[in-house]
């Protein structure tokens, strides 16, 4: 039966959005695997009522505040003209390997007098040094689906508390 839950979780993992689970499931409990499911669903039901995307971000989101290494996102269309200050970027760095690396979290705090967008790390991310980065916008971070908790976190700038439900995520992006 383990095995089922297991291979169901890969296989809706693989089929449904472009993810990566990162975390070893031969160790993972029945229960762990259910919230794991649940999660996921949850996160496809949001994903669907904003036209946003999934993304398996990992530990990239993770702060001392909310330390967590499975994070599902939840992407908005990546639109450099869209972001405000608060709002959270999600990038990948080219021609980087390994792929676990390669995500880098940045907080919008604002725009310079040309208009270009300036940036600060997010969360534990590492910081850019000074050579320039070459790096692919994946999107802007509307959501992070904790796998281990089940935990919605609204990450918009604009947001009225920090952990959602389903169906208040739901709402707000049927509103969008």
């Known amino acids: 039966m383990r095995n089922t839950v297991i291979g169901l979780l890969i296989g809706l993992t693989l089929l449904n959005a472009p993810l990566r689970a990162e ?3 031969a160790s993972l409990s029945p229960n762990e695997v259910s ?11 949001i994903a669907a009522a904003g036209r ?16 967590s290494s499975n994070v599902l996102t939840i992407l908005d269309y990546p639109n450099l ?34 208009g270009s967008l300036q940036t600060e790390r997010y969360g534990i991310a590492e910081p850019f040094l000074l050579d320039t980065i070459q790096a692919t916008l994946l999107g802007t971070v509307v959501y992070a689906v904790d796998l281990h908790t089940g935990d919605i976190r ?10 959602l439900s389903v169906a208040e995520a739901i709402a707000l992006e049927s509103k969008r």
């Open 35 to 45: 919230i794991a499911l649940a999660a996921i669903e949850a996160a496809k039901k």
């Open 154 to 163: 609204d990450m918009r700038p604009d947001r009225r508390s920090v952990y």
């Open 81 to 114: 003209e869209k972001p405000t200050p608060g709002s959270i970027l999600l990038l990948e760095k080219k021609n980087c390997e390994p792929i676990e690396n390669c995500l880098v979290a940045r907080r919008v705090i604002g725009r310079d007098s040309s």
């Open 23 to 25: 975390f070893p499931i």
């Open 52 to 67: 946003s995307s999934l993304l398996m971000a990992g530990s990239v989101l993770s702060t001392e505040d909310v330390p």
